[in-house]
């Protein structure tokens, strides 16, 4: 924690732009109640910045960011740009600055209904700790024969033992501080896996967690095959408190999981970089939805509760659980209703109440 801070910010495409917005406004509310300073940059790295000149990133741009404390991203994706282009953009940065982990925290908030009309907010609270710098991203294979009866295409899922032991370590020590917090009511650790039908790569994953487990005696630890942890996400939500994915699989059930929370649009996230070698990037995990572009509609909460992680990575938890404090508020009290969930606050109107709240706080 050290108060001033310098921010690189990829607005991106769609309407990662009007997002980011709204959470650069809830920086700049919660900065100026409690004396703190962020300066930033905005970056034109995009599918726009594509189209114009070829390149999605300048050749220089990782070396550029590793200049900053921390990286806000809007999103990234556009229907005239091949997704290889902006995944690659995205998965680029995650892998260079080898932000390991994809932190998704997965929490209902009151007055917004699950997409489940079984599950009520308060049941549900645990977060995905995502392997992000290898499994099944990392690309390797190849295509060979294209395009005769012969064509072969071979994607490699490669999973390493420093790879996947620190992914675990982080989601142990996540409960341990959740449990020291007195957030989770059964401090545990599910293993997302798969090794019953992948009897290499998911069976050398059952082995590392069953290792670093034993170095958490005070934690529970379990196993669930990722098919069935998409039935019990819904069926048994309160169950849950940390669960550690390979990146595909945490992929996968992390969108699953934020229609527990009520849609993408709560869904914030974080590609961290625990160790702070190389500066953590903060996103909302909702895409650019390209037909919801500059219309003011798009939900801004998952991006405004993308700077709030930014925060707490950097330090500064009370700015955090200012904002936390503030969009709760606002959403328990009906005074933000987004149009996702059948309400009529805009992007900018979801902003403003935000801010309006935090300058209200009385500490
Ligand atoms: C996410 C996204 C990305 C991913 C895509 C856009 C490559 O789905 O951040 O969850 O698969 O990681
Ligand atoms: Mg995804």
Not at 3 to 27: C, F, H, M, R
Not at 71 to 77: D, P, S
């Amino acid at each position: 924690m050290k108060g001033s801070y310098n921010v690189a910010v990829l607005p991106g495409d769609g309407i990662g732009p009007e997002v980011t917005k709204q959470g650069l406004k809830v920086l700049d509310a919660v900065s100026d109640v409690l004396g703190l300073t962020f300066e930033r940059d905005v970056l034109p790295w995009s599918s726009e910045y594509y189209l114009d000149t070829g390149k999605i990133l300048d050749d220089d741009a990782f070396d550029v960011l590793k200049k900053y404390d921390a990286i806000f991203l809007g999103a990234l994706g556009n229907p005239k740009v091949p997704d290889t282009v902006t995944t690659g953009m995205l998965v680029g940065i995650r892998f260079a600055l080898d932000q390991y982990i994809n932190l998704r925290p997965v929490k209902g908030y009151k007055g917004v209904p699950s997409y489940f009309s079984h599950v009520q907010p308060e049941d549900i609270d645990f977060c995905v700790v995502r392997e992000n710098s290898e499994g099944e991203y990392t690309n390797a294979g190849g295509r060979f024969k294209c395009g005769t009866e012969n064509e072969i295409a071979i994607q490699t899922a490669i999973f390493t033992r420093k790879g996947t032991e620190r992914a675990m370590k982080f989601a142990f020590e996540l409960a341990k501080e959740r449990k020291s917090k007195g957030i989770s009511q059964k401090p545990c650790v599910t293993s997302c896996t798969k090794s019953n039908a992948l009897g290499h790569s998911m069976v050398f994953w059952d082995t590392v967690f069953e290792e670093v487990s034993q170095r958490y005696p005070e934690i529970e630890n379990r196993k669930a095959m990722v098919d069935a942890i998409t039935m019990w996400f819904i069926k048994n939500p309160k169950d849950f408190d940390v669960v550690v994915a390979s990146n595909l699989f945490g992929d996968i059930i992390t969108d699953l999981a934020a229609m527990l929370q009520g849609g993408l649009g709560y869904a914030a996230g974080g590609n961290i970089n625990p160790e702070r070698i190389t500066p953590s990037m903060f996103e909302p995990i909702h895409g650019s939805a390209p037909k919801y572009a500059g219309k003011n509609t798009a939900n801004p909460i998952a991006s405004i509760m993308s700077v709030k992680m930014m925060l707490d990575h950097l330090g500064e938890t009370k700015a955090a659980d200012k904002i936390e404090c503030a969009v709760k508020g606002a959403i328990a009290d009906g005074e933000i209703k987004s149009r996702d969930i059948g309400g009529t606050t805009s992007t900018e109107e979801a902003g403003d109440i935000v801010c309006k709240r935090i300058y209200a706080q009385e500490v």
